[in-house]
């Protein structure tokens, strides 16, 4: 098939402070929480006292920026404690750059998605991720850079299946990338593949959210020749070991052009302790150096593939 790529804003990236050139991502974490309130009633996911988060988050952020790290994707989506004010404020104060998203999370048995999205169409729930798009998200002039999708386990549900497809339509007005919260749900990735061919969407369009909890490493290689991409996002202090392995296997298959890396930290979770997000730059990186990667390897991991995978840009194909 012939792949048509267009961009609406080409070479740029939806931050919350404003578009920036991609160039200027630098190293980039690409599946964190800034903060959410998982598992509070959706009616109150988006409370926060914002004093005590400024005091835990901004220093936070600030070491980590000590540490070369440059912009950070917040995976908290609306319905799911997403307060873009807030993260504008700690982008500003900290000198990280933030992105936010557009989309609903179908994961958590449903819990964080808003009731009208059952009743309404698919190309209904689209158009409402393309307006914070075009025109912003709640009455600012921020806008997404990413969608946020996610599918619980096992046989994919309607709603799920309806969001995504929603996503997939709002890829192909806009150009965002979908970053679907997915895990070890071989059968829910391979429904998003037939809903990405039943709408002519290359597959380099989705990111595989949370790849990291299958132990098929032949599947992960499989998708990720065909175009899908692979997070990586649970490293932590005690399994870089683990991930170096996985790593490894990539790059045998030169295929290290098509994974990202994080940790799904949250540095205020209701407003407790900070889940640390710090293990890729002050442990991974060491031990992939130890372990025959070059810096070349690092730089595409945590620089390039960040890029090009939320590079703005319509991915579809003529068969």
Not at 20 to 48: A, K, P, W
Not at 60 to 69: F, H, S
Request: hydrophobic share 35%; charged share 25%.
């Amino acid at each position: 098939c012939k792949i048509l790529r267009f961009a609406s804003i080409k070479k740029k990236l939806n931050t919350v402070t404003g578009a920036i050139d991609i160039e200027n991502m630098g190293i980039t974490l690409t599946h964190e929480h800034i903060m959410s309130n998982f598992g509070l009633d959706i009616n109150e996911v988006g409370s926060y006292d914002e004093d005590a988060a400024f005091k835990q988050i901004i220093p936070y952020l600030k070491n980590l920026k000590t540490k070369g790290v440059r912009t950070i994707f917040d995976c908290t989506t609306t319905f799911f404690g997403r307060r873009v004010d807030l993260l504008k404020k700690i982008s500003e104060v900290s000198g990280i750059q933030i992105v936010t998203n557009t989309g609903y999370y179908g994961a958590a048995n449903d819990k964080y998605i808003p009731e009208f999205a059952y009743s309404e169409s698919i190309e209904q729930i689209s158009q409402r991720w393309i307006s914070e798009f075009e025109n912003g998200i709640e009455g600012t002039t921020i806008k997404p850079g990413f969608i946020k999708l996610a599918f619980d386990s096992g046989t994919p549900s309607e709603i799920d299946k309806k969001l995504f497809e929603a996503g997939v339509l709002t890829h192909k007005k806009t150009g965002l990338t979908l970053a679907v919260h997915t895990a070890e749900n071989i059968e829910a990735i391979e429904t998003q593949l037939n809903i990405l061919k039943k709408h002519n969407v290359n597959f380099d369009a989705v990111i595989w959210v949370h790849a990291n909890k299958i132990d098929n490493i032949s599947y992960l290689l499989e998708k990720a020749s065909q175009g899908l991409w692979i997070s990586l996002d649970g490293v932590n202090n005690s399994n870089t070991k683990q991930y170096i392995a996985i790593l490894k296997s990539f790059k045998v298959k030169n295929l290290l052009n098509k994974v990202l890396l994080s940790h799904d930290g949250n540095s205020f979770p209701r407003g407790r302790e900070i889940r640390p997000y710090g293990a890729i730059s002050n442990q991974l990186i060491p031990e992939m150096k130890s372990n025959s990667f070059s810096d070349k390897d690092i730089h595409q991991l945590l620089v390039e593939n960040p890029k090009k995978a939320f590079s703005i840009e319509i991915k579809t194909y003529i068969k």
